[in-house]
């Protein structure tokens, strides 16, 4: 209980320090923090397959993505605009949005489930249960999502494209150089990277 | 399992053996790469140069620790730390001999039923350290260093997931200790051939994780002056080195656990002293000393990759290489097994 109120409270504050924080890279390693902890409480539940692909996938991978494109595009702090009406809008809506939340919590009727039924069904949650969930039982909506972001990748990269000239089947060797003296220009195009996200 | 206080101990003694590894690996690989161009490398200091990482040592605690006027400071000090606390916590899932047999103990740190994805979580969270380093500079050079690191690594952790994977397939679990119980090549001949090809990309795959040459492109010193740690001094940037040195060890111990039998001896050696296949340590040395002359060998005699070929090279050949590895194993247990 104490591990769980320290967790909580980490965890809290990091995503407090998301949405406070002027300084974009400093609200993005505040999520990275948040993600962490959220890691932490999947050990503390003794699922540690989750808690590692909790870790690689969105620590590892998603937030190093979000972390890459604002140090490209050099983001800067963001100081109110032209409409400060607009943030005290925003506090207010996400006021109600967390009390709802909490309102919705404690009216819910259902009760937590014996721990000890939660730990069977994990069964020390290792990786072997949750491929037969994926791969036996929801196989068909497995398949569906990956083609899913598949298409998604595709649109992406579909829309960054540059026209390309007509005849791009031939290509001279003069273009392809200068081509290719571009992209040396820039390191890490964001096209690349963009394939890389998973 | 052990009880909490040994584990800490023994997690203590972890970090103090790869920091003195760190210390002689510099040594090493000066005095190598020496040899490998003609000249002598240190040698003044002690015996063979035996007390130059102490001077070195000593040189980086006293020189004066600069932090940038226009740096971010928090994150310029977290950087560093970040990368060491990472490299240091990774290691200890590489299991170092059978169950009790360090005098009654259990070689390891922690025995973990997910220890190949717990190493490749906190390998891939260590990259902070470079990454935020870069930013939090204030420099271009720096930052340059940076972006090349994370486009680097996210690109070559592809081709390091999917090599993985032939492993695991045929081993059927994750646990680093039942992997190198369960034997990979010794299933049938068939895995032989993707598992060699598995073998010889996650090797690949891992020197361009660890930022080694000809993958150093971070750090550049003929483009972009030392990369991410351009503007860190004294034991900050004795920690990024300690970082990178403490990753090659590991990388190097990951390769030997997953492909090479990790601490069990060879079997001619069995053959001769029965027995000596359950020793300690010391295989899971001797093979990482092979691999970590592989990375020194590597650095002596290669030229470093140009930006654009480095990507070509990751996202056109290493990647479909480790895919077709895993394909070739995926085949082979359904048709041939």
């Known amino acids: 209980m104490v591990t769980f109120a320290l967790l909580a409270a980490v965890s809290v504050v990091g995503a ?64 109110a605009g032209a409409r400060p009406w607009l943030r005290w809008l925003a506090y207010g809506v996400g006021v109600l949005a967390a009390a709802g939340l909490i309102v919705g919590a404690l009216a819910d009727p259902r009760q937590i489930p014996d721990p000890a039924l939660a730990r069977a069904a994990l069964r020390g949650g290792n990786a072997g249960l949750i491929a037969e969930v994926l791969f036996v039982d929801f196989m068909l909506a497995f398949q569906l999502v990956g083609v899913l972001l598949l298409t998604a990748m595709v649109g992406a990269v579909a829309l960054v494209q540059r026209p390309q000239p007509p005849s791009a089947g031939a290509i001279s060797a003069e273009a392809r150089e200068a081509g290719l003296k571009e992209r040396r220009g820039r390191p890490g195009s964001p096209e690349v990277v963009e394939a890389g996200g998973r | 399992m052990d009880p909490l206080w040994v584990t800490f101990i023994k997690a203590l003694v972890l970090c103090l053996l790869l920091l003195g590894a760190f210390a002689y690996m510099t040594l090493i690989e000066r005095r190598l790469l020496g040899r490998m161009q003609h000249r002598r490398g240190p040698n003044r200091t002690g015996p063979f140069g035996l007390l130059q990482p102490m001077a070195d040592a000593i040189k980086s605690v006293f020189k004066e620790d600069i932090i940038v006027t226009n740096a971010d400071k928090v994150v310029y000090v977290l950087a560093p730390t970040i990368s060491i606390v990472f490299a240091l916590s990774a290691f200890g899932a590489i299991p170092g001999g059978p169950a009790g047999s360090l005098f009654g103990l259990n070689p390891w740190v922690v025995d973990l039923d997910i220890g190949v994805l717990y190493i490749l979580a906190v390998t891939s969270v260590g990259v902070y350290g470079i990454f935020l380093g870069g930013w939090a500079s204030n420099s271009k050079y720096a930052l340059l260093g940076s972006l090349r690191s994370s486009a680097q690594i996210i690109s070559y952790e592809l081709g390091l997931g999917l090599s993985v994977l032939s492993v695991i397939m045929i081993a059927g679990t994750l646990n680093l200790r039942e992997i190198v119980e369960f034997g990979v090549w010794t299933v049938s001949p068939w895995l032989w051939p993707p598992l060699a090809i598995a073998f010889v990309a996650f ?42 040195y403490v990753n090659m060890m590991t990388a190097a111990a990951f390769i030997s656990t997953l492909f090479l039998g990790g601490y069990r001896g060879p079997a001619v050696v069995e053959r001769l002293i029965p027995g000596s296949s359950e020793w300690p340590i010391v295989w899971l040395v001797l093979k990482m000393a092979i691999f970590m002359f592989l990375f020194i060998w590597l650095r002596a005699s290669l030229p470093r990759f140009r930006y654009d070929q480095l990507m070509r090279f990751g996202w056109l050949y290493l990647f479909e290489v480790a895919l077709a590895a895993t394909l070739l194993t995926g085949a082979v247990i359904a048709f041939v097994l």
């Open chain 1, 16 to 79: 407090l320090g998301v949405v406070l924080l002027r300084q974009p890279i400093h609200a993005a390693l505040a999520l990275v923090g948040t993600l962490l902890t959220l890691a932490v409480f999947f050990v503390t539940l003794q699922a540690h397959f989750l808690a590692a692909i909790q870790v690689i996938v969105y620590a590892g991978a998603i937030m190093v993505l979000f972390l890459f494109v604002i140090m490209l595009l050099n983001v800067e702090e963001q100081h």
């Open chain 2, 203 to 244: 090797v690949i795959s891992a020197i361009a994780e660890v930022n080694r040459t000809p993958f150093d492109l971070p750090e550049a010193e003929q483009e972009i002056v030392a990369g991410y740690m351009t503007e860190y001094s004294s034991i900050k940037w004795a920690l990024y080195q300690m970082a990178e």
